[in-house]
């Protein structure tokens, strides 16, 4: 996008924007970074891919430290930017202190924070194991939440950057057979979109990205491969999902649906009635076998 345009959405976005030289001071000498959780695969990877080609300096977070040196290694090839790995668990007690020590210790701060970590649970509610329910909810939710909660008020202070949260069209109406999942990304909408309507004019972006299914390991790890979906609907790229979710936030967008007819899915799922649209999705997301549940 050409600078004017650039300049011109950031003036409207600022237009409420106060600044605070003293509050600003204490990021002053550090540089601006992007933490993406889920950023050693899949969507995650691609959205870091996305920033770091616009010049963005990126962390990664994600649990194992193999695939996320392989990502650092792949970013720093293609692109100019700074690449931080931090292994981590985002659900963990310690996880902020964690991505904060290691902001600190590349003298940056959390300029953009994209929340792409994130689970999913297949098969009827009552016979997913209980610990399973709560590591989904520790990390759709509480973690996103919380990271959300934490950088916020800085961004809100220097009047730029903003987060990203990877939601799903599955966030638009209930969903048998996930229901835990779309319950949690349902959850993320929401969220995302009445603290956009909050920071409103702030200067700061607050966006989710709302993806129909996409071609990642994400639906293997939840025992979903066989569901009905997997073999009826075709799935995006990452590729393609991250382009339009990096467009989308940087535009402002509150919501990005990427897709040519996920738009019309995401308005059909809000304005049917759900005695209609929930056998649907029920029926499309029912496991057809036994098959791994999520690691
Ligand atoms: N794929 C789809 O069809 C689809 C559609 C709509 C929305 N989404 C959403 O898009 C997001 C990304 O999905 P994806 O398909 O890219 O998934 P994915 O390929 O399974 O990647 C998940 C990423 O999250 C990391 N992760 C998982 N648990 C974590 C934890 N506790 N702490 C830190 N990192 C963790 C994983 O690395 P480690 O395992 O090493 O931690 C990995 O980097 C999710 O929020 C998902 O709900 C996906």
């Known amino acids: 996008m050409a600078n004017p345009m650039h300049a011109l959405l950031q003036a409207w976005r600022r237009r409420w924007w106060q600044p605070d030289p003293a509050a600003l001071e204490a990021f002053a000498g550090l540089t601006p970074m992007t933490v993406v959780t889920g950023g050693s695969e899949g969507i995650g990877l691609e959205l870091a891919r996305r920033f770091a080609a616009a010049g963005h300096d990126v962390m990664l977070v994600a649990r194992r430290a193999e695939p996320l040196r392989q990502a650092a290694h792949g970013l720093r090839a293609e692109s100019k930017a700074t690449v931080v790995v931090v292994p981590a668990d985002v659900t963990a007690p310690d996880a902020i202190a964690t991505i904060e020590a290691a902001l600190a210790a590349h003298g940056a701060y959390a300029d953009v924070l ?17 610990d399973d329910v709560v590591r989904l909810i520790d990390l759709n939710v509480r973690a996103l939440s919380l990271l959300t909660r934490h950088f916020l008020p800085g961004m809100r202070q220097r009047g730029r950057g903003g987060i990203l949260n990877v939601a799903s069209l599955g966030g638009y109406a209930p969903g048998p057979n996930q229901a835990a999942y779309y ?13 956009a309507a909050e920071t409103a004019g702030e200067g700061v972006r607050v966006c989710a990205l709302a993806p129909g299914p996409v071609n990642t390991a994400f639906h293997a790890r939840m025992g979903a491969e066989k569901a009905f979906y997997r ?65």
């Open 183 to 195: 319950a949690s990304k349902a959850y993320v909408l929401s969220l995302t979109e009445a603290v």
């Open 114 to 130: 994209v929340n792409s970590a994130g689970m999913g649970l297949s098969g009827p509610f009552h016979a997913h194991p209980p």
């Open 231 to 295: 073999l009826l609907v075709p799935p995006a790229s990452a590729q393609s999902v991250a382009r339009a979710g990096y467009r989308g936030f940087v535009l402002g967008l509150r919501v990005t649906v990427p897709g040519l007819f996920n738009p019309l899915l995401a308005l059909a799922m809000r304005i049917m009635p759900h005695r209609i649209v929930i056998p649907i999705i029920g029926w499309l997301l029912r496991p057809r076998e036994d098959e791994r549940r999520n690691v």
